[in-house]
């Protein structure tokens, strides 16, 4: 009993921590800026540490069900994550271009990043790495889709016609969503795996932990739990981080990339160890994966919620945003096009990624 306690240690901090918040949050905030904004980079870190323990209790259910429900499992809550942290933040004074920006910049981390980042390392270890290329081209052209109607069609609709237009992009993420489950789970469920040779299925892999072997209810209780945690702390966060940027200089999206980082920072331990595996596979379902499911579920969610309110959402992209995320499909269709990623293919994504960074840093 003590050792499952102690495994969930993180939890316990997380719980702390904001416990430590709400009894102290206005006596921070009349402390200055430094104080603040070492008092939200604390949630922050809280945040991710309880993150991490959802994703560990996600892969367990993963492990028990397997491709590709397994992934699945893993991409939801990571989305799931986001999409609480970005509800409660959109409750305070936050810029009216969060969600858009959110889902940039996790699509960026994604596509760009986790996936960059782990072909180029499993490519310098492996060389060429192969995975099944039906699951690219099929998560490529939903991103497309997905991200087309909901960010980019927006820019020409009127201002006076939003209502409609939000309640259509609801009903089309859910229409997409629904017949991709379907399609993923279903007849074309061989479209995300992968059959590994028999000896490489052997070759780096970590046997079974112990805490696999033990009842999914536990973890679905540690999921829902953290969760809730987690929509805790980041009220917290979003009072103390809006107070601690504000008249700062900060770039306008940096709020909108700690949030998409927070629900990326498990699902890149978990990408680099299946690249790092020879399992590439996995991480075309994680990284890509989570870039539809982000779209596809936070879109209508946040669409939901400005109906609700009656307080629209800018959601239609950038000119700058618009041309990377062009860039980043391309450069995705053509690398994930052939069945096998190397390290030059990783690179590009990943070079795409700097640039992301370099653009978010100079405000753009």
């Known amino acids: 009993m003590l050792s499952s306690l ?23 905030l009349d402390m200055g800026r430094l104080p603040v904004l070492i008092a939200a980079f604390a949630l922050i870190v809280a945040i991710i540490l309880v993150s991490t323990r959802i994703a560990h209790h996600a892969e367990i259910l993963a492990s028990k069900v397997g491709d590709p429900y397994g992934t699945m499992i893993l991409t939801l809550s ?22 858009r920006d959110t889902i940039y910049a996790a699509v960026m981390l994604d596509i760009n990043g986790i996936l960059g980042l782990a072909a180029l390392l499993g490519g310098i270890r492996h060389g060429e790495q192969p995975y099944n290329d039906d699951s690219g081209k099929t998560y490529g052209v939903m991103i497309l889709t997905a991200m087309g109607i909901s960010m980019v069609v927006p820019e020409f609709v009127p201002r006076e016609s939003w209502h409609l237009y939000s309640a259509f992009t609801i009903g089309a993420m859910i229409a997409l969503y629904a017949l991709f489950l379907r399609m993923q789970v279903g007849a074309h469920s061989y479209f ?18 112990p805490e696999e072997n033990e009842p999914a209810t536990l973890s679905i209780v ?22 601690g940027l504000k008249g700062s200089g900060a770039p306008q999206a940096l709020m909108a990339v700690v949030v998409a980082a927070i629900s990326a920072a498990p699902e890149i331990l978990t990408a680099l160890r299946a690249a790092l595996a020879n399992r590439m596979q996995s991480v075309v379902n994680i990284a890509m994966g989570a870039s539809l499911s982000t779209v596809i579920l936070t879109v209508p969610v946040m669409e939901a919620i400005a109906l609700y309110t009656g307080q629209p959402f800018v959601m239609a992209m950038s000119p700058t945003q618009t041309v990377m995320v062009t860039i980043t499909l391309i450069a995705a269709a053509i690398n994930l096009n052939d069945g096998e990623t190397n390290a030059i293919e990783g690179m590009t994504h990943f070079i795409l990624f700097a640039t992301f960074v370099m653009l978010t840093l100079i405000g753009l």
């Open 78 to 99: 990571a989305v799931m994550v986001e999409v609480v942290v970005l509800a409660i933040m959109m409750q305070g004074e936050t810029s009216p271009t969060l969600v």
């Open 6 to 28: 102690l495994k969930e240690r993180f939890l316990f901090i997380g719980l702390a921590v904001a416990v430590i918040a709400y009894a102290s949050e206005h006596t921070l």
């Open 192 to 209: 995300f795996s992968y059959a590994y040779p028999r000896a490489e299925r052997r070759e780096g892999l970590p046997s079974k932990a």
């Open 222 to 243: 540690v999921i829902v739990v953290g969760v809730v945690l987690i929509g805790t702390l980041a009220e917290a966060m979003s009072v103390l981080l809006t107070a």
